[in-house]
């Protein structure tokens, strides 16, 4: 233990002289030289007791198909083929020639950079993927074509990359959540079962060769390596007690345990730790500890696995505290950022529970305000609002929620999906997910602990019974003790009420009671009631402590009526290959006042310049007074909730015209848009 903490020490000094780069790649061959014997991988997951009756089997069956077919959608790219050669229909207009048309001109370059001893491994490995099947291209953005060589590993290189160009689509791909979806789906269809078995020991095994460890895009963040650990695990975990045949044979499984006492390694010696004296630590780090977690636990009764374990736990338990705020909100200053941690710190509670029997009071007071700042920010539609960057991540993701389209119709949906229908045809179905929909996430949280007495008796669900499993017994009733409705009065400035004006009227009627409250901490007030959703974001008294992916959202009203969405966010639609960032991250596309400049201004992917500041004058179940100043903009907003009416009155000692008006376009999900007009 401790040479670890010593090779720990000398990693983070690597990271302090910027060559973190330079060591992963000289640590890739160590990688490769490990063997191991005597690891064992033990079980956590009862598949007796996992509950699937409540699932959508028409969606999962196409699903499940389409992963046989090799056919992926994720990051708006519509279901698509990656194999090599593939056609793409290209990002913005923008296509790139493969590097590599077939598995055997990828596998020539491969071969000069591992190891002899490890090529022969890799090469004796894949004589256990069946003949028929077909690989996938892991290191091709199948959106735009752009292909990553196998010796890429610099992460400084993954924001400036040709246009249309994104390697987020090459690490989405290479989470490999797709694999519990088709345990699930071995689950529900036993008589495709073996199919499913077989494709998922053909991926596996194809994943695995053609990325070893340290090599290539995929091995660019342990964020990735630990994302795609859990999903291996769980799902593994799942497919070893439905394979009655031994389709995953011994020589497989010995060979995917020495991959995963890899990973850790890998993931330990490159922590995304935040070395810089007083700063904080994100979602990568956090997805660090999490995936360390999880392999410490699954590797049986190994030395280095425990210490991993002990490791991460005391991390997570650390992590937990500084990035989930009292309230339940989280440090990233973004609501699907939110559900993506929520579901790292309820995994990570799971599985300490099941091996420690217990769970700090912390966590478990966090995990269920965090489901709460879910339940509320969810409208009656099912999606929850958009606050910050929406990169559709997830740790884990099971069930699909959504709806059956036509190629057509997905099409004509969807900007980014123009030319769609001349590769895959009209006709055919489309399964469109829906990236706002955080239903998943409150069932895990609430499989664990749960904060009203009446939800003991809801309606049991595939999400909550794995979280159960993985705990190794029931959820738990944790109260929620936080009061969300503490009012402050003051009065607005009389002299500003003489400054310039904008006010803006929407009517409504509410049958019964409206639920109100704030979240002072990464501050949101909203108020809910039969047809009204009414949501202020204030950035809180802690809520922009890390700013990356923020947006120039202060002060932005989310406002549902009957059902129509009067004002509302307008997404984030891509990260990097993007004409339109500073769009959809500008005031423009929240309902701002227009002064005709940024209150902070947009100096790359995840960069600001300029400071802000919000001011809560008043906030009661009649609404919310604030103060807004910046480096560039001064002004009050103040939103009444009146028995008929809301009304929103902006002020300022400058001119300015009212916002959210004139915009085109609208993402509910990273890689998707929309267009819109003049709503």
């Avoid at 090529?119 to 292909?147: A, F, N, P, Q, V």
């Avoid at 850790?264 to 956090?286: A, Q, T, V």
Wanted: net charge positive; charged share 25%.
């Amino acid at each position: 233990m401790l040479s670890d903490i010593k090779r720990l020490e000398k990693i983070l000094i690597y990271k302090a002289l910027g060559s973190n780069a330079i060591h992963k790649k000289w640590q890739c061959k160590r990688y490769n030289y490990l063997r191991t014997k005597r690891i064992q991988l033990q079980s956590f997951i009862d598949i007796d007791k996992l509950f699937f009756e409540g699932c959508e089997k028409e969606a999962l069956a196409y699903i499940a198909e389409m992963y046989l077919k090799h056919r992926f959608n994720y990051l708006g790219s519509g279901w698509v083929n990656v194999g090599y050669g593939s056609r793409v229909i290209g990002v913005e207009g923008r296509q790139y020639v493969p590097v590599y048309f077939d598995k055997e001109a990828y596998f020539t370059e491969l071969e000069k950079i591992v190891p002899e001893t490890e090529w022969r491994k890799l090469c004796e490995m894949r004589t256990y993927i069946d003949s028929g099947y077909s690989y996938i291209h892991w290191t091709r953005d199948y959106k735009s074509g752009y292909t990553w060589r196998t010796a890429y590993i610099d992460e400084k290189e993954s924001t400036s990359l040709p246009p249309g160009a994104d390697v987020k689509t090459v690490w989405e791909l290479g989470r490999m959540e797709f694999v519990l979806q088709l345990a699930l789906a071995a689950l529900v269809f036993p008589k495709e079962k073996e199919r499913y078995i077989r494709e998922f020991k053909n991926m596996l095994l194809d994943f695995m060769c053609s990325n070893p460890i340290g090599v290539g895009p995929n091995w660019v963040l342990p964020m990735e390596a630990a994302i795609r650990s859990v999903n291996f695990l769980l799902a593994y975990d799942i497919i070893r007690q439905l394979d009655r045949n031994l389709i995953i044979k011994k020589e497989i499984s010995d060979f995917f345990t020495e991959q995963i006492y890899k990973y850790g390694k890998f993931i330990f010696d490159n922590l995304e730790k935040n070395i810089i004296p007083g700063g904080s630590n994100g979602n990568h780090y956090y997805s660090n500890i999490i995936g360390l977690l999880y392999i410490g636990a699954y590797l049986k009764e190994y030395k280095e696995a425990k210490m991993w374990f002990r490791f991460a736990k005391k991390e997570l338990e650390k992590e937990s505290i500084e990035q989930f705020f009292e309230d339940g909100g989280n440090v990233e200053a973004s609501t699907a950022y939110h559900r993506f941690m929520t579901e790292m710190l309820v995994f990570g509670a799971a599985m300490i529970k099941r091996k420690l029997g217990a769970v700090p009071e912390g966590i478990k007071i966090r995990i269920v305000r965090a489901a709460y700042f879910l339940e509320t920010i969810t409208g009656q539609d099912g999606n929850i609002i958009q606050i910050g960057d929406n990169d559709s991540g997830r740790l884990v993701n099971p069930v699909m929620y959504g709806s059956m389209l036509s190629n057509q119709r997905a099409e004509e949906a969807y900007e980014n999906l123009r030319g769609y229908c001349a590769v895959y045809g009209k006709e055919a179905s489309f399964f469109d997910e829906n990236n706002l929909c955080a239903f998943s996430t409150i069932c895990f949280a609430k499989g664990l602990y749960f904060d009203t007495d009446g939800e003991k008796t809801e309606k049991r669900t595939f999400e909550g019974s794995l979280i159960e499993a993985i705990a190794g017994n029931k959820g738990e009733f944790v109260p929620r003790g936080y009061n969300y409705k503490i009012e402050q009065l003051k009065n607005l400035p009389g002299e500003i009420k003489d400054a310039y004006k904008k006010e803006k009227k929407f009517a409504y009627f509410i049958k019964g009671k409206k639920e109100w409250g704030y979240f002072p901490d990464f501050g949101l007030f909203f108020v809910k009631g039969n047809g009204l959703e009414c949501y202020v974001y204030t950035g809180g008294r802690k809520g922009r402590k890390r700013q990356g992916h923020s947006h120039n959202d202060l002060l932005h009203c989310e406002l549902n009526i009957g059902g129509e969405n009067k004002l509302y966010d307008k997404g984030t639609y891509l990260y990097i290959s993007n004409p339109y960032m500073e769009y959809f991250r500008g005031y423009r596309a929240h309902s701002v006042p227009d002064f005709g400049k940024e209150p902070r201004k947009i100096l790359h992917v995840w960069a600001y310049e300029g400071a802000e500041q919000v001011n809560l004058i008043e906030v009661s179940q009649k609404g919310i007074c604030l103060h807004y100043v910046s480096d560039y903009i001064e002004y009050w907003r103040h939103i009444e909730l009146g028995k008929t009416e809301i009304r929103i009155c902006d002020y300022s000692k400058e001119p300015f015209l009212e916002g959210h008006k004139n915009y085109s376009f609208y993402s509910s999900g990273y890689g998707k848009l929309q267009v819109i007009s003049g709503k």
